[in-house]
């Protein structure tokens, strides 16, 4: 992994945290898969 890939690494953990420490919801099941959608779906359009 390379030092690029693990900078991002750490920022998505330390936003994910923040998001979490502010609305504890964020990490529930429901939430992640509708995340996981919209990334999917945004990665296909871009």
């Known amino acids: ?10 920022l998505i953990l330390v936003v994910g945290a923040v998001v ?5 919801r964020f990490l529930l099941p ?3 898969a509708n995340t996981s959608n919209l990334i ?3 990665g296909i359009l871009s």
Do not use: W
């Open 20 to 24: 979490t420490a502010i609305n504890p």
């Open 30 to 32: 429901i939430n992640l």
């Open 40 to 42: 999917g779906l945004f």
């Open 1 to 10: 992994m390379s030092k690029k890939d693990l900078g991002l690494l750490i």
